[in-house]
């Protein structure tokens, strides 16, 4: 799935235009200048574009991945009645339990689906739409987006302790040609201003997004209701497998892991619904 956003495929842009150049600068400026001739200059330049590759793939993953659309019916469903303003017509549904209609999209949708205004769908536990991914997040890439934003976060910090330890550790076979060290000071300063603030952006979305989990609650149902569920700790690796899958923990950072597979209530479309 791509959507065909202006302001999502320039998100899309930027932040690989981020990631390749905080890659270029820690392999060319750092590690290669401060550790040429030390063991450890191949393994954080393995490290590091092993953490850039699993945090490319989670991004695809979430950027082309279904979000969770809810099907269209094969046949038009007339709603005609929805659409007026008749109190006797409208119609009157809990969303937390049982399903909705959608009056743009003109489907019944189950609990928790909410319709995008980007996509022009409606998406299954839709959280928000990320311009970052040029998707909603939903509920079948949810995952990918948190794995995205997880290696984002420990990329941020990586590239800040490399930085910061080629400034403290001193290097007796680095040039002193001053042009060089203004261009490496340069570029560690753009790549600590970049890390710092990509880092604290993630951090931010994480713990919104691992409340909205733990809490059963998405962002669009806290807009709406304002309120929030007290947590209980004994469900909270129950909570997190409806989003990760049923593997082991470890296994959850994966991006070749799907998340669980939904099996739609096909069947709904065939219910009378009273209005």
């Not at 017509?89 to 319709?115: F, G, I, L």
Request: proline letters at 5%; charged letters at 20%.
């Amino acid at each position: 799935m791509f959507v065909r956003d202006p302001c999502g495929i320039v998100c899309i842009i930027v932040t690989y235009v981020a990631v390749f150049y905080a890659d270029y600068v820690v392999v060319r400026w750092v590690i290669l200048h401060s550790l040429q001739d030390s063991l450890w200059g191949p393994f954080h330049v393995v490290a590091f574009n092993t953490i850039v590759l699993l945090l490319i793939m989670s991004h695809l993953k979430a950027v082309c991945s279904d979000p969770g659309l809810v099907p269209l019916p094969q046949s038009r469903i007339d709603f005609s009645d929805i659409h007026t303003d008749n109190p006797e017509t409208k119609v009157e549904c809990d969303e937390t339990e049982n399903w909705t209609v959608c009056t743009r999209c003109d489907t019944y949708r189950p609990p928790k689906a909410h319709h995008c205004r980007i996509c022009k769908r409606c998406i299954r536990r839709m959280d928000h739409h990320c311009p970052w991914i040029n998707n909603c997040v939903g509920e079948r890439n949810q995952k990918f987006f948190i794995q995205f934003l997880v290696y984002v976060g420990m990329l941020a910090v990586y590239a800040l302790g490399l930085v910061i330890a080629s400034w403290i550790l001193e290097c007796s076979r680095c040039s002193n040609d001053v042009a060089v060290k203004q261009s490496r000071d340069l570029h560690c300063i753009i790549l600590v201003l970049e890390s710092a603030l990509f880092g604290m952006f993630v951090v931010a979305i994480l713990v919104d997004q691992f409340q909205g989990i733990l809490e059963e609650e998405n962002t669009m149902k806290r807009i709406q209701n304002n309120h929030h569920y007290k947590r209980n700790s004994s469900r909270t690796l129950m909570l997190l497998s409806q989003v990760c899958g049923k593997s082991h923990p470890i296994l959850w950072m994966l991006p070749c892991q799907n998340p669980p597979r939904y099996t739609f209530r096909k069947d709904a479309y065939l219910i009378d619904h009273e209005v």
